[in-house]
């Protein structure tokens, strides 16, 4: 005989086999829990009701709901009733039929190793608000107006000296422009490149699709460049005939991640310098280099031929919308007269905050914590890896917040679905091919900078459960 029953504050419609009742009872509130379909703080029947319902005695559902309590799956409280308890660790995804996990139909995956986004839960926030308190009480009533579309003069002034301390760049104060994100200022150098008739911009063959996106919403045709393993093939922008400009990731190329040679730095350079073009240099995480001394900002071989785009978006968080663009002289007027056309300034606050956070030294200090907490998370990586799936090459390590596993042809796509299904989201190099790209090797782009520390060795194990 089954028993099935559905009351108010929870449709569970749980069915019970007519023996050992309590225990089955009690397997069905865990597994409801689990799957998600009783959620945090939902109200349960009664013990009376319920067992009205099931046509049981009280007693069962009411031993039942004391075990559960004790095992931390429910609370009671008197004057609450019986509530599903907000548990800290994530829940076992649900079975069904199939074996895939609930999370794979919702879509909230258990561990997030996609590139591109720091460990959020090292913001840091006691220094960041005692340098928003200090900045804002010294800050002038002007201050508080529509200002300067370049952005506020006190973070750039401390942006043209760190950059040129960390990164070697060629800045002054005047020829910087604070912008709402890395996306933000490549729009406005979109703006000026269509005002200037600039028909192409060439790219690298892996990269974002949503920066080639926004090129072409204005209206600019992106040739890809040729990828080898000494990275983008800058030697072949001379006999390219279109391309008035070129958009690349010279330090720590995104996705394969390896740092331009020198040759080819020097051959994007001599290419500018001869055609008059320019080079779009995204510099995204170049505080973050491990093995060795920091690669410097191509810009400072040519700061007239190339537009140097910076971000706190990796070394602090995307939340901030904080990123700036040293330009060439000849673009400031243009930069600047279209970026005061669309918004004509970024937050006053958060800028005067991070001036003072640079500025105090605050902002060193949090790049030294994290850059020796990502070291070791790479390395705990590549540990992992060696020791449980030996076959698989690591590579791009060297800096930024993400790694390349090779995968052997013809499995990306099978291993990338088994991730999913796992509860891990993961991405392959497939994801960031240009369309004009024919395919390569068979790749995972793993991000280990998104993961919390508690996260981080759950999310390890669930990726080499995963490869071949």
């Known amino acids: 005989m089954a028993n099935e029953w559905a009351t108010f504050g929870a449709d569970l419609h749980l069915e019970l086999s007519g023996q050992g009742l309590r225990s089955g009872l009690m397997d069905a509130l865990r597994e409801a829990v689990r799957s998600g379909r009783l959620e945090a703080g939902v109200r349960l029947p009664s013990s009376r009701s319920l067992a009205a319902d099931l046509g049981v005695a009280r007693n069962t559902v009411a031993d039942a709901y004391a075990e559960l309590v004790a095992e931390g799956w429910l609370t009671a409280r008197q004057g609450s009733g019986t509530r599903v308890a907000r548990r800290s660790e994530p829940r076992r995804p649900a079975q069904g039929r199939t074996g895939a996990p609930r999370h794979a139909a919702t879509g909230k995956p258990t561990y997030n190793l996609t590139p591109g986004t720091p460990d959020l839960a090292s913001f840091p926030r006691a220094d960041w608000l005692k340098a928003a308190r200090k900045a804002l009480l010294a800050a002038p009533n002007e201050a508080f107006g529509y200002g300067d579309p370049r952005g506020r003069i006190e973070l750039r002034t401390v942006l043209a000296e760190y950059l040129a301390r960390a990164r070697g760049v060629h800045a002054r104060p005047e020829r910087i422009v604070v912008c709402s994100g890395f996306v933000h200022g490549l729009m406005l150098m979109g703006q000026v490149l269509k005002a200037r008739r600039v028909r192409e911009v060439a790219v690298e063959s892996y990269g974002l699709d949503v920066h080639w996106d926004i090129l072409a919403r204005a209206g600019l045709r992106m040739p890809a460049l040729p990828f080898d393993d000494r990275g983008t093939r800058t030697e072949e922008l001379a006999g390219l005939a279109g391309p008035a400009a070129v958009l690349m990731t010279p330090a720590h190329q995104f996705p394969m991640g390896g740092a331009l040679q020198p040759d080819r730095r020097a051959a994007a350079v001599d290419w500018a310098r001869a055609s008059g073009g320019l080079i779009l240099e995204d510099d995204y995480d170049g505080e973050f280099r491990y093995d060795r001394q920091p690669v410097g900002a191509l810009q400072g071989l040519d700061p007239e031929r190339v537009v140097y785009l910076g971000t706190a978006s990796k070394s602090l968080a995307p939340g901030l919308r904080l990123a700036w663009m040293v330009l060439p002289e000849h673009l400031v007027d243009e930069v600047t007269e279209a970026k005061g056309s669309v918004d004509w300034v970024s937050s006053v606050t958060d800028q ?42 690591v590579s791009g390590i060297a800096a930024g917040l993400h790694a390349v596993l090779e995968l052997p042809p013809g499995t990306e796509r099978s291993v990338t679905r088994a991730a999913a299904f796992q509860g891990l989201a993961v991405q392959g190099i497939d994801r960031f091919r240009h369309p004009d790209t024919p395919p390569t090797s068979d790749a995972l782009i793993v991000g280990y900078g998104t993961p919390t520390d508690s996260g981080w060795p759950g999310a390890l194990k669930a990726l080499c459960r995963v490869l071949p």
């Open 352 to 393: 005067l905050t991070f001036a003072e956070f640079l500025a105090s030294g605050a902002y060193d200090r949090h790049v030294r914590a994290m850059r020796l907490r990502y070291r070791r998370r790479r390395d705990q990586l590549v540990e992992a890896l060696a020791a449980r799936s030996p076959g698989t090459r």
